[in-house]
């Protein structure tokens, strides 16, 4: 792919505060556009189609991962999520920023694939506060609190893997903290 530069991943675990942190960097910035991925996993309240996720039935998902639609997925807690190649390719084309907000294994097959694009680790201030972020949502039950509690652990490991880490605990700094190191990336 020409052009990767244009192209930026941003990871976190569950309750880091990710989507926030890149929603409002996308309201500071509004020329960097996000990428909308395709996933198997129920929508939630308030969540819309088309805008938080595209919401596919799993041999929909298997179909388009087959016909070379879905620049790259993983599962998480038993559903896939990947990105669809047509959210990513026209943008990058047109020289424009695209966030990619995927888990882990997602994010380092687009770092193998795509060695210049720009990838951020976005950690919680603790665990406590990642905690009380997940419970605070209110939109996961018990046991799926517990899933993503213990993939949030997996997932900190991975943060050496990335070209930068930040650490949110206020999400303005943070969202103009990693579109700074957006444009130093873009620089180089
Ligand atoms: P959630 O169910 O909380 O919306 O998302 C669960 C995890 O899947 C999050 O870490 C989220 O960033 C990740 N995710 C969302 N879309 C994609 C995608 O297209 N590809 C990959 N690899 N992960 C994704």
């Known amino acids: 792919m020409n052009n990767e530069k244009y192209l930026v991943v941003v990871s976190g675990p569950s309750g880091s505060g990710k989507d926030t942190v890149v929603k409002r960097l996308m309201e500071l910035h509004p020329e960097i556009e996000i990428s909308v991925s395709a996933t198997t996993r129920p929508m939630r309240p308030g969540e819309r189609e088309g805008v938080d996720y595209y919401y596919l039935a799993r041999d929909e998902f298997e179909r388009r991962i087959a016909a070379g639609e879905i620049l790259e997925y993983a599962q998480y807690c038993e559903n896939y999520y990947g990105t669809p190649r047509a959210e990513v390719d026209r943008r990058i084309a047109a020289h424009k920023t695209v966030i990619l907000v995927i888990e882990v294994v997602g994010a380092a097959n687009i770092k193998r694939n795509y ?12 665990y406590e506060e990642l905690e009380q972020r997940l419970r605070g949502r209110g939109t996961e039950c018990e046991e799926a609190i517990q899933k993503r509690l213990r993939r949030a652990l997996e997932e900190m490991e991975y943060a050496v893997d990335y070209d930068e880490v930040v650490v949110n605990a206020q999400v303005d700094e943070c969202a103009e903290e990693i579109y700074a190191l957006i444009q130093k990336h873009q620089r180089q």
Request: glycine fraction near 8%.
């Open 115 to 126: 060695p210049g694009a720009t990838t951020v680790f976005v950690r919680p201030p603790s």
